[in-house]
C-alpha cells in the first residue's frame, strides 16, 4: 500500500464554519506533512510531524489547527477562515531522517472558503 | 530569495519531442526530488537522486551535487506527459519546492 488518502476530496465551508481535513497512510511513515497550493503556484509548506511530534510550524494561522492523533492520521482543523485560504490542501508523508526518502502525496483536498 | 530556480517556467513541444527541464538550487541537501502534478491535483513522486543519473522509460534525471544543478529529460514526448514538473530539494527535515515548468505537449 503505497497510497496516502485525504477527506474530504472538496470542501466548501462558511467562514463561521469549523471544519476539518483527514489524511492517512499504512506505510509505516514516520513523517507526515501539511501543504497549501494555490492556482499556478507550487506547494507551500504549512506543518511537517515527525514521531507525531509538531516539529515545523511555517508561521501558519491559529485559524488552521493540526493534529497527529497517531502514526497513521494526520488532520487540519479549519475554524473562521477566510476566503483567500481557498486553496488545494496536500498532505505527503515520508520516512524521517534518512538521506533520500521517498515522498508521497495524497490526491488533495480542494476547499473553497465563502 | 528563492531557494529554487526552475527553467523554462512553460514549455510546449510537439510529439516526440525531447525535453529538458533544468532546476538550480541553493540549499544543502541530502536529495532531489522531480515531481509530476496532473491537473487533478496529485502529485507524483518521478524520481529521488541523490547522485548521478536515474532513468525510468523515456524519463531520464541527473543531478550535479557540487555544481547544485538538477535536470529532468523526456525523451520522445507523448501528449500523456502534459502535466506540471516540480524539482524538490530535500535538506534532511522539509522539501524546497521549485516553481515548476507547465509543460503541454501537443499531438
Known amino acids: 500500500d503505497t497510497e496516502v488518502t485525504q477527506t474530504p476530496k472538496h470542501l466548501v465551508m462558511g467562514m463561521t464554519n469549523k471544519k476539518s481535513l483527514k489524511c492517512e497512510q499504512h506505510?509505516?511513515?514516520?513523517?507526515m506533512y501539511w501543504y497549501k497550493q494555490k492556482a499556478k503556484k507550487p506547494p507551500e509548506l504549512m506543518f511537517v510531524y515527525s514521531y507525531e511530534k509538531l516539529s515545523i510550524n511555517e508561521s501558519v494561522p491559529s485559524r488552521f489547527s493540526p493534529e497527529c492523533p497517531n502514526s497513521s492520521l494526520l488532520n487540519l482543523h479549519l475554524h473562521a477562515l477566510q476566503p483567500e485560504d481557498s486553496a488545494l490542501y496536500l498532505c505527503?508523508?515520508?520516512?524521517?531522517?534518512?538521506?533520500?526518502?521517498?515522498?508521497?502525496f495524497g490526491e488533495g483536498s480542494w476547499l473553497t472558503v465563502v | 530569495k528563492n531557494e529554487v530556480e526552475q527553467s523554462p517556467q512553460n514549455l510546449t513541444a510537439q510529439e516526440g519531442e525531447f525535453i529538458t527541464i533544468n532546476c538550480s538550487y541553493s540549499?544543502?541537501?541530502?536529495?532531489l526530488h522531480w515531481l509530476q502534478q496532473h491537473p487533478g491535483g496529485g502529485i507524483v513522486s518521478l524520481f529521488m537522486l541523490s547522485s548521478g543519473k536515474k532513468k525510468h522509460g523515456r524519463l531520464i534525471a541527473t543531478i550535479n551535487i557540487q555544481e547544485k544543478h538538477s535536470s529532468l529529460h523526456i525523451t520522445a514526448s507523448h501528449p500523456r506527459d502534459s502535466a506540471v514538473y516540480i524539482c524538490?530539494?530535500?535538506?534532511?527535515?522539509?522539501?524546497?519546492f521549485g516553481t515548476g515548468t507547465s509543460l503541454t505537449v501537443i499531438p
Open positions: 524538490a530539494p530535500f535538506t534532511g527535515n522539509q522539501f524546497y
Open positions: 506505510m509505516g511513515h514516520r513523517a
Open positions: 505527503a508523508s515520508s520516512q524521517v531522517g534518512r538521506a533520500g526518502n521517498t515522498i508521497y
Open positions: 540549499v544543502g541537501i541530502s536529495a
